[in-house]
């Protein structure tokens, strides 16, 4: 494997001359992917039990032949897939192999790819995530990742920069679904925000001015019930999981996030996953909640 750059280190220009531009931003890619594909986002999530109902052993055999047939069904449909970096991790160098060749073919049949990685750190390790998933020299290069700030927003500058300077994405864990998430995103600052609004603040500040959406998102559960004490217009994408198995529904997604439902990224895996694996039977699931979120967002 070859080395890749340090963390920080700009890319290096070519025979022609300086570095080429960067890339068109995530936020414009994704609107324009939400758009024609819908905004439905699909995981890529292969747990040992799933991985037992399509009939596959728990090992890189199985892992790859899960794999690529998520990609083969729906990566040339949905607007975004989100690999679950850890269950490919549990495998060891196999495991990542299989994962950055899923990542390449899912971008190459037109996804966007959302790494779900959940990273968070300091100063240069927080750089090192970033190049790992965000540098397009890198092997798990991915459209935008997720990311944990609760070492303080600020932690984040580095993947923030790095985001910026390629023409990716990240996703922020504002107000995350599961029943533990609360005592850290709802606790109460002494400017009386909860922290989780204080997340979403500082998303809203970084696209301030971006057109058509800007490339800085969060993560908000789709199961959380009333949002309507939290700003969720900050003019970036709303990744919610919790549509299907976790039991919120496309109908509900209106009346959850308000005026920013346009910009909601509502993420499925095990209700479109258990159809495998079948292509066509898992492909025909995706076209399903496709619809039934595009009817639930624009009436239509």
């Not at 995981?43 to 892992?63: C, T, V």
């Not at 023409?167 to 922020?172: I, N, Q, R, S």
């Not at 509502?266 to 909640?289: C, K, N, Q, T």
Request: proline share 8%; charged share 20%.
């Amino acid at each position: 494997m070859s080395a890749h750059p340090s963390p920080g280190r700009q890319r290096s220009a070519g025979p022609s001359g300086p570095p080429a531009p960067p890339a068109e931003p995530f936020g414009a890619r994704l609107r324009r992917a939400m758009d024609e594909r819908g905004p439905l986002c699909v995981g890529i999530d292969p747990h040992a039990s799933l991985l037992a109902e399509w009939g596959l052993n728990d090992d890189i055999a199985g892992l790859e032949r899960f794999s690529r047939t998520v990609v083969e069904a729906v990566a040339g449909r949905v607007a975004v897939l989100k690999p679950q970096s850890a269950f490919f991790e549990r495998f060891g160098s196999r495991g990542i192999a299989v994962l950055e060749a899923s990542v390449r073919e899912a971008r190459a049949a037109g996804a966007l790819v959302v790494m779900d990685a959940k990273r968070g750190d300091i100063g240069s390790t927080m750089a090192g995530y970033a190049e790992a998933f965000l540098h397009p020299d890198a092997p798990l290069f991915s459209d935008a990742l997720t990311v944990s700030p609760y070492l303080g927003y600020g932690s984040l500058s580095p993947a923030l920069a790095l985001a910026r300077e390629h023409g990716t994405g990240v996703f922020v864990l504002a107000l995350t679904s599961n029943p533990e998430g609360a005592e850290v995103q709802h606790a109460v600052r002494a400017d009386g925000r909860t922290v989780g609004a204080t997340m979403l603040a500082h998303l809203a500040a970084e696209n301030a001015g971006a057109t058509p959406l800007g490339s800085f998102g969060a993560v908000v559960g789709a199961t959380l019930g009333d949002l309507s004490a939290y700003d969720l217009d900050i003019n970036g994408p709303l990744l919610a999981p919790g549509i299907g198995a976790q039991g919120a529904s496309p109908a509900d997604l209106p009346g959850l996030f308000g005026p920013a439902v346009r910009n909601v990224v509502p993420h499925i895996s095990r209700s479109v996953l258990r159809h495998g694996p079948e292509v066509g039977a898992l492909r025909a699931a995706a076209e399903r909640f496709a619809d039934a979120i595009r009817a639930g967002v624009t009436g239509a």
